[in-house]
C-alpha cells in the first residue's frame, strides 16, 4: 500500500501538469461535465505513468475499482453515489467522498474504457503484428487533439467528447449499425454498474482452414439494458490474441468469432480494460 501511496504522491504532479490543458485551456460547460476535467487530467497522468511502470499502472486503476466498492456507515457502496454526470452533487452526507471516487476514480475507468475499446478495434484492423503501441493508440490521441484544438478556450460538454470520438469510431464500433457512442452513455457515463461478464458454453469448430469459436456471454449486477464491450481473447501456440470485440447486450449474448487454425481457451478481457467484477 505504501508503495501505491507513493505512486499516487507522484501522480498529483502529472495530474496538475495536465490541468493546463484540461481545466485551464479546456474548461467544462455545467457541473454534469466537470468529471471530464478530472478524469482527463487524470487519465493524462496514468498514461505517461503506463509508459514508465505499466504494472504500477495497473495497480493504480484496481485501487479506483476497489474504492468504488468500498461501503459507507449504512454498508452501501461509494458506486452507488451516482454516474459521473451528477458532479459534485455526488458528494452528499450518505458519501462525503462521492465526488472524488466517482469523478475520478470510475471517470478514469472510463476514459480507460474507452481508449482500450478504440486500440483494440485499430488492432483489429491493422493485423496485432507489427504495430506499436502508439500507433494503436492513434484514433485515440487524435480524438484529445481534436478536443484541444475545437475547444480551447471554450467550454466542453460531455456530448461534445462523445461526439469527437465518435468521429474516430471504426465500422466495428458501430452498436447496431450506428456510428454512436450513445450505448457507452447511457450505461457507463450515465449509470452505475460494475457488471460482473462470464463466458459460457464455448464452442470450437475447425472449418476451411479457420476455427469458429461460439459462445454465451453473461451480464449480471447490472441493469438489464446495460451494453458492454467485451474483448474476447483466445490462446493459440501459446500465445493470446484478441479474437474480437462483442457488444454484450443484456443478460445474455450469443456471439460467433472466426479465428486462425487451432484456438482454443477463449476468455474474455484478460487484460482488463473493463470496469468491471473479478470476484
Ligand atoms: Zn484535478
Not at 474504457?113 to 484514433?139: I, Q, W, Y
Not at 480551447?152 to 460538454?157: A, D, E, F, L, P
Request: proline share 5%.
Amino acid at each position: 500500500m505504501s508503495s501505491l501511496e507513493d505512486t499516487r504522491g507522484n501522480l498529483v504532479v502529472a495530474h496538475e501538469t495536465a490541468h493546463q490543458w484540461w481545466g485551464d485551456l479546456v474548461v467544462w460547460k455545467g457541473y454534469r461535465d466537470q468529471w471530464i476535467i478530472e478524469a482527463l487530467a487524470e487519465y493524462s497522468s496514468l498514461m505517461q505513468l503506463e509508459s514508465q511502470d505499466p504494472a504500477k499502472f495497473r495497480a493504480v486503476l484496481e485501487s479506483y475499482q476497489d474504492k468504488l466498492f468500498q461501503k459507507n456507515k449504512d454498508g452501501m457502496p461509494l458506486m452507488d453515489a451516482g454516474p459521473v454526470t451528477l458532479g459534485i452533487r455526488l458528494s452528499c452526507s450518505p458519501f462525503p467522498v462521492g465526488y472524488e471516487a466517482i469523478s475520478y476514480g470510475r471517470g478514469t475507468w472510463l476514459f480507460h474504457m474507452l481508449r482500450t475499446m478504440m486500440r483494440d478495434a485499430e488492432s483489429k484492423k491493422t493485423g496485432h503484428r507489427a504495430s506499436s503501441r502508439e500507433n494503436l493508440d492513434e484514433p485515440f490521441l487524435r480524438g484529445l487533439r481534436k478536443l484541444r484544438e475545437r475547444y480551447q478556450g471554450k467550454s466542453i460538454s460531455t456530448r461534445d467528447v462523445l461526439r469527437v470520438f465518435e468521429e474516430e469510431l471504426p465500422p466495428s464500433l458501430w452498436y447496431e449499425g450506428r456510428k454512436s457512442l450513445d450505448w457507452f452513455y447511457n450505461g457507463w457515463i450515465n449509470g452505475t454498474a460494475i457488471p460482473r461478464l462470464e463466458l459460457h458454453d464455448v464452442k470450437y469448430v475447425e472449418r476451411d482452414g479457420s476455427t469458429r469459436i461460439s459462445g454465451t456471454i453473461r451480464q449480471s449486477e447490472a441493469p438489464e439494458d446495460l451494453v458492454t464491450l467485451v474483448p474476447v481473447y483466445g490462446t493459440v501456440g501459446g500465445k493470446s490474441m484478441l479474437l474480437g470485440q462483442v457488444f454484450a447486450d443484456g443478460p445474455e449474448t450469443v456471439f460467433h468469432l472466426t479465428s486462425s487454425m487451432g484456438v482454443r481457451k477463449a476468455v474474455l478481457d484478460p487484460n482488463r480494460t473493463l470496469l468491471a467484477r473479478t470476484r
